[in-house]
């Protein structure tokens, strides 16, 4: 049954991983406003001043983002066999830490020696995306567990 909670969850996680890919992950600009550093989940954009930017390319966040996204689309259509499901969101926990361990590493690690030390950057709403995401995920995976135990102890009713 598609209509059970955990794939409303499940659905919630593929959403804020299209958050994640379609919005901005994180920005920085510095105190005179002359330097601006950007990340999304195709590129990391250092502004130097008007003319004269460095972009590198993070082509790996969008891989993965689409990859946890396809996990959580499959996760949800397999609503028969709840060890697979669970299984899968168990993957899929591990593959946003990785995510969310990249993009704390491109932001604080990265682009913090670029310029203006002190001054952190801001996250923006892509970065909230990916946390909504495995906050869904994590509940996702709960309800799938009680599910089970539930089905488990109406079968040792029997």
């Known amino acids: 049954m598609l209509q ?3 794939s ?3 659905a919630i996680t593929v959403i804020g991983m299209g ?5 901005p992950v994180w920005d920085k600009i510095s105190v005179g406003g002359e330097q601006k550093a950007s990340l999304t989940a195709l590129k990391l954009t250092h502004q130097i001043n008007a003319v004269q930017s460095e972009v590198d390319s993070v082509l790996y966040l969008l891989i993965l983002a689409i990859l946890i996204a396809a996990v959580a689309a499959f996760a949800i259509i397999k609503y028969r066999n709840r060890v697979l499901q669970s299984a899968l969101c ?6 946003m830490s ?11 690690y990265k682009t913090a020696k670029l310029f203006d030390p002190q001054t952190p950057g801001n996250y923006t709403i892509g970065f909230y995306g990916l946390v909504a995401a495995m ?3 994590v509940v996702a995976n709960r309800f799938i567990r ?3 135990r539930t089905v488990q102890q ?5």
Do not use: C, H, P, W
């Open 8 to 10: 409303i969850f499940l």
């Open 146 to 148: 009680k599910d089970e």
């Open 135 to 137: 906050l869904a995920n």
């Open 98 to 108: 990785t995510t969310l361990g990249l993009v704390i590493y491109l932001t604080f």
């Open 154 to 158: 109406s079968n040792r009713l029997r």
């Open 19 to 23: 958050i994640f890919v379609s919005f």
């Open 90 to 95: 168990a993957v899929n926990s591990i593959l």
């Open 4 to 6: 059970r909670i955990q």
